[in-house]
T-cell receptor
Framework: EAQVTQNPRYLITVTGKKLTVTCSQN?????MSWYRQDPGLGLRQIYY???????DKGDVPEGYKVSRKEKRNFPLILESPSPNQTSLYFC????????????FGQGTRLTVV | DAKTTQPTSMDCAEGRAANLPCNHS???????VYWYRQIHSQGPQYIIH???NNETNEMASLIITEDRKSSTLILPHATLRDTAVYYC??????????FGQGTELSVKP
């Protein structure tokens, strides 16, 4: 089954403790991205990757890092989480930059206290 | 990037057609219109997309006006499971999907 898998689904952590949210897709897609969703602000892109070893900033990249060492995986790294990074995070993938259907993961609800 | 404008919320009776409008008056000639939906904090789900012509798939129909300044997503026989937030998106620079606030559709028995 074609899917994007995020882990963990829920996470509560403390300020400053490094964490990684994993994202994996089984569709051999080139394009992957991370979004965060906050009430009243909608979905905003954090980072995206057009292929292995190619990543770029989205609209709200501050406080986040990503890597794309393999095509299937696109982890989101918070080196020093802060409470304003409490949010619902989604990973997405699609075949290419200009190709159509994007597949989204089920989301990771992160709380930073 | 072209912006989209959608009503904040709509109601629809179960079994009836749900018609969700979207304005995108600044769309450029080669920009596609996409529709996604999000059911209660799950990941957004792709529905349909189009450029100029009307499109239909197993989920919905998309009607785009001739001047391309607006479009309508039609769910022909809405069910309770279609209750969701529906996003109309014009693909931005670099292929980015820019999500607005969407329309919260409530399908009522």
């Amino acid at each position: 089954e074609a899917q994007v898998t995020q882990n963990p689904r829920y996470l509560i952590t403390v300020t400053g403790k490094k964490l990684t949210v994993t994202c994996s897709q089984n569709m051999n897609h080139e394009y992957m991205s991370w979004y965060r969703q906050d009430p009243g602000l909608g979905l905003r892109q954090i980072y995206y990757s057009m292929n292995v070893e190619v990543t770029d900033k989205g609209d709200v990249p501050e406080g986040y890092k990503v890597s794309r060492k393999e095509k299937r995986n696109f982890p989101l790294i918070l080196e020093s989480p802060s409470p304003n990074q409490t949010s619902l995070y989604f990973c997405a993938s699609r075949p290419g930059q200009f190709l159509t259907e994007a597949f989204f993961g089920q989301g990771t609800r992160l709380t930073v206290v | 990037d072209a912006k989209t404008t959608q009503p904040t919320s709509m109601d629809c009776a179960e079994g009836r057609a749900a018609n969700l409008p979207c304005n995108h008056s600044t769309i450029s000639g080669n920009e596609y219109v996409y529709w996604y939906r999000q059911i209660h904090s799950q990941g957004p789900q792709y529905i349909i997309h189009g450029l100029k012509n009307n499109e239909t798939n197993e989920m919905a129909s998309l009607i785009i006006t001739e001047d391309r300044k607006s479009s309508t997503l039609i769910l022909p026989h809405a069910t309770l499971r279609d209750t969701a937030v529906y996003y109309c998106i014009v693909r931005g620079q670099g292929g980015k999907l820019i999500f607005g606030q969407g329309t919260e559709l409530s399908v009522k028995p």
